[in-house]
């Protein structure tokens, strides 16, 4: 099984509410680190504007490029459920290593703090609520109801499989575990 | 409630469900996670649907309660008023103080010396709000208050003219029913306008209903929900608005059986509209010159209203709050009229939009109900008050400026008015001559710098109450007291009551929060739509509770199916397109019907010639008015920055990103620039409630709107905010 995450970019106004809700669920400060983050993408020519968000977390890819990419062997990816989680105490830290997992993701997802030789963190799921049978807080958060987790299968059937929104390419080297629904494109 | 079933002590980790009592725009369920007293998280609504999600900032609050600049312990004013340097005091100390200033005052000056100048810190509230001041004051022998709004007193205004009520609304389910819908200078992705309103929204345009936004903005909800954006210059809506009645008067494509059964005063408005009254026609060329919109646009857009029946004109807030923003919802209306789109699923009737389901605002008026006499009419405080845009200036005149009274008592709660009222250097010259301001308060805002004793109250989560839904709506929430309070925190109540005791005022709190609660939840089922009530105990225990509707709530629904046995509660019995009650006030800028008259500081006011740039204010989705401003997690989400279009950063060697000075005569903001196409030329726009901080030369530093806003109100009372123009330049910090 592989979980998940879908992502409809038509539907997000940029509230902001999934990487805040992660923040508390998590107790992460305000500052350097951001589990699940919002971006935003302006173009166009007045009057002619367009307009989009990208709520984007690590998406459990089904090839990791961290994985590879760690000297400690820190990363690994569950066999039950293909979440990528992070031994922070195998870690070596981002002065050692210089962040090779984080230069090796294709989104630049894996997370380091303000502090010394941080060492890294980023989405793990919401693994303490996976196992109560819950979603990610994120999703749960979202008033818009933009995103949704699940199985990667499943996803698929409920919402098409499409690869591409304005700020997210599909990596075919790591093969990231996310559907999205674009706002523009066809 | 025994100790095991108690939050603040339980050591097992519970979740509870409460809201946000703030004036933002929604009413959503937060569910708290709290162990040993503390909150450990806070989560949203999972439960039956329809969910009321919560957005950032509910999902931020955590950090707003155990926020480290949270206002700890009374303190004293050490040093000049207004330079924010305080000592702690104890509570004795404090109260003593103030209630020998209340009675000083009282006794040399009277009681009207004595001004209390809330706002709305907390908005919906049963209990605890700015009605336990006013309470107190009453019963004190009264006070001058002040009148008026920032948000909707234009649409408040014109809303109780034309349809004789503020409920207008339909439940927002209702938009799946419209054929068209047209976001007039609104954008609910930010300012929420009642909880879901975006999530229908999307629903709608995935359903393939048409949405325009008309904006001088292409704001997130443009750029999500709408088809058209069409962008306008602010202050201008009217001149549309009436020139899309012209398009349809001369198609003949209004619906003249609607206007006949439920309307008076068409052929007068018809009239003006057509130039039959004035030689000038209200044509789409006539319009295109005064909004900057194209005549073909207004043309279009009105043939698809006329014809695209139903279709919800949705119109809140911005585009009335500009020199006689009373004729954009009074014109609005009138063209809801025109169009037959009231009293029908899918149509909106654009007035102030309150839900015909639930709590009516005054359910929530208990506290005031059976205070002792004084002068407080429930509504509006209108003839012996100030004007809230005319605070500074009547503390700086008085009586001799016309105003009221002679004040020399500043008493401050709820509210953040040195920030938020137009015309903030003005408001810091004027507290500087008063006698004695005290501010209760949870941070050290610009109006707290101000104050002689400033007193820390607790938030709604260390304290009992129950709340509205935002403009009603299908739900009732209990506001439970989920912590102790914090610090040496207490209510506003608490503070009440024990200036009441100094103040030799019997009668004054009675009760235990308990008992008020379900005396006013008993009260409420004379001011509910959906009747009956639930059980207040059932309510305490449940937290949320959602009526289920068996279809959408529908304003005036009566009326149009039944004229003669349900009149509109006007005195005409109809819609008034014409109101006899403004013909009676015989004031040329209140017309009995709706006109479009040129505003102050409009794309066309002459001061454009040294204030090129039309300068509006908007809401963010970071912060609630100025509530919110500090909370890291909520700042990292958007830096504070001035909307300015490449057009005219380039015109003014202005990158984005570089510092810029707005300015104008009453004030200058340094802050940095964002170079945007989302924003018409000629505009600029700043979200409100950002903080004022003055640097050593005066100049605002942290981009609070009002430094550059005209302390001016429309003649029926609409605040201006988004009448105003300014320069802006590229800021280098001198060596």
Redesign the interface.
């Known amino acids: 099984m592989q979980i998940a995450f879908f992502f409809d970019q038509s539907r997000c106004v940029g509230c902001y509410a999934c990487s805040i809700a992660c923040k508390d669920w998590h107790d992460l400060k305000a500052g350097a680190v951001h589990w699940r983050r919002v971006t935003s993408r302006e173009w166009g020519i007045y009057p002619k504007v367009f307009l989009t968000y990208l709520s984007l977390s690590c998406n459990h890819c089904e090839e990791p490029a961290c994985i590879q990419a760690c000297p400690a062997d820190a990363i690994i990816k569950r066999a039950e459920d293909g979440i990528v989680v992070v031994n922070r105490d195998v870690c070596l830290g981002n002065k050692v290593c210089d962040m090779r997992c984080k230069k090796a993701c294709p989104y630049h997802i894996p997370q380091f703090g303000d502090e010394e030789n941080a060492t890294m963190q980023m989405c793990t799921f919401c693994l303490e609520r996976l196992s109560e049978g819950k979603k990610p807080v994120c999703v749960e958060a979202c008033p818009m109801r933009a995103l949704d987790a699940g199985s990667l299968e499943a996803l698929k059937e409920k919402y098409g499989d499409i690869k591409k929104a304005e700020g997210f390419t599909y990596s075919k080297k790591t093969k990231p575990s996310i559907i999205v629904k674009p706002r523009y494109l066809k | 409630m025994n100790s095991k079933n108690d939050p603040t002590t339980n050591t097992e980790e519970r979740e509870i469900i409460t809201s946000c009592p703030h004036d933002c725009g929604g009413r959503c369920v937060l569910r708290v996670h709290v162990k040993e007293g503390i909150i450990t998280?806070?989560?949203?609504d999972?439960g039956e649907e329809p969910q009321l999600?919560?957005?950032?900032r509910g999902?931020?609050y955590?950090q707003r309660i155990y926020a480290p600049d949270r206002l700890k312990f009374p303190l004293k004013r050490i040093g000049e008023r207004g330079k924010g340097a305080f000592a702690r005091i104890t509570w004795d100390e404090a109260l003593d103080t103030v209630a020998g200033e209340l009675t000083r005052v009282k006794h040399t000056y009277g009681n009207e010396a004595i001004f209390y100048v809330p706002y709305s810190g907390n908005t919906g509230t049963f209990l605890h709000s700015q009605l336990a001041v006013y309470r107190l004051l009453t019963m004190f022998g009264g006070f001058t208050p002040v009148w008026g709004s920032a948000s909707f007193w234009g649409n408040l205004f014109a809303s109780n003219i034309t349809y004789g009520t503020l409920t207008t609304g339909h439940t927002r389910n209702d938009l799946l029913n419209a054929r068209l819908i047209i976001m007039w200078g609104w954008n609910p992705?930010?300012s929420i306008q009642i909880t879901?309103t975006?999530?229908y929204l999307?629903r709608a345009k995935e359903a393939g209903i048409k949405i325009v936004s008309i904006d001088p903005r292409?704001t997130?909800?443009a750029?999500?929900f709408a088809d058209e954006?069409i962008?306008i210059r602010p202050g201008t809506d009217t001149a549309m608005l009436i020139a899309m009645a012209y398009v349809i008067i001369a198609h003949n494509l209004q619906d003249q059986k609607f206007l006949d059964t439920y309307t008076t005063g068409f052929e007068q408005f018809k009239q003006y509209v057509t130039g039959e009254e004035d030689g000038m026609p209200k044509t789409p060329l006539w319009a295109e010159k005064i909004t900057g919109v194209p005549a073909a646009t207004i043309e279009a857009l009105a043939h698809d209203y006329a014809t695209g029946k139903p279709a919800a004109l949705l119109t809140l807030g911005a585009p009335g709050r500009t020199a006689f923003g009373e004729q954009f919802h009074r014109a609005a209306s009138t063209l809801a009229a025109i169009t037959g789109n009231i009293g029908i699923h899918g149509g909106d009737p654009a007035g102030f939009g309150l839900q015909p389901v639930g709590l009516q605002p005054l359910a929530s008026a208990g506290l005031l109900r059976g205070a002792a006499p004084g002068n407080l009419p429930e509504g509006t405080t209108a003839k012996k008050g100030v004007h809230i845009t005319k605070v500074w200036d009547a503390i700086l005149k008085g009586k001799a400026g016309g105003y009221p009274s002679d004040i020399k008592f500043v008493y401050t709660t709820n509210g953040n008015p040195v920030n938020q009222f137009p015309n903030t250097n003005k408001a810091v010259e004027a507290l500087k001559k008063v006698e004695f301001v005290v501010v209760h308060e949870q941070f050290m805002t610009a109006t707290a710098r101000c104050a002689d004793i400033l007193l820390p109250v607790n938030t709604h989560l260390e304290r009992n109450d129950m709340v509205r839904p935002w403009h009603s709506g299908p739900y009732y929430l209990y506001l439970p007291k989920i912590i102790n309070s914090l610090h040496e925190s207490k209510s506003d109540l608490e503070i009440c009551s024990e200036l009441a005791t100094r103040l030799d005022i019997s009668g004054y709190c009675e009760k235990t929060e308990d008992e008020y609660l379900r005396e006013f939840w008993d009260a409420a089922k004379n001011f509910t739509h959906t009747a009956p009530l639930l059980d207040y105990d059932a309510l305490k225990s449940k937290g949320v509770h959602k009526i289920a509707l068996k279809e959408p709530a529908i304003a005036f629904k009566e009326q149009i199916e039944d004229p003669t046995g349900h009149p509109f509660p006007t005195p005409s019995g109809k819609i008034e397109i014409y109101s006899r009650r403004l013909a009676e006030m015989n004031n040329p800028k209140l017309p009995p019907i709706p006109r479009y008259i040129e505003p102050w500081e409009g794309p066309h006011d002459p001061l454009t010639a040294k204030y090129p740039l039309q300068f509006i204010t908007t809401h963010f989705?970071?912060r609630i008015h100025s509530n919110l401003e500090t909370i890291?997690?909520?700042?990292?989400?958007?830096p504070q920055m001035l909307w300015i279009?490449?057009?005219d950063a380039r015109r003014r060697n202005i990158g984005h990103g570089d510092m810029v000075r707005i300015f104008n005569e009453r004030g200058e903001v340094i802050l940095p620039a964002k170079v945007?196409?989302?924003?018409?030329?000629g505009v600029v726009s700043l979200d409100e409630g950002a903080w004022y901080a003055p640097d050593e030369k005066g100049r605002d530093r942290g981009g609070c709107c009002n430094v550059l806003i005209k302390d001016e109100h429309s003649p029926a009372g609409a605040f201006c905010g988004n009448s105003c123009v300014v320069e802006v330049e590229r800021f280098t910090e001198e060596k």
């Not at chain 2, 890291?632 to 958007?638: F, I, T």
């Not at chain 2, 945007?676 to 030329?681: D, K, N, S, V, Y």
């Open positions: 998280r806070i989560e949203t999972n999600r919560a957005c950032v999902r931020a955590r992705a930010e879901n975006s999530l999307a292409f997130d909800s750029a999500a954006w962008p989705k970071r890291p997690w909520l700042r990292e989400c958007e279009n490449s057009l945007t196409e989302r924003i018409m030329p």
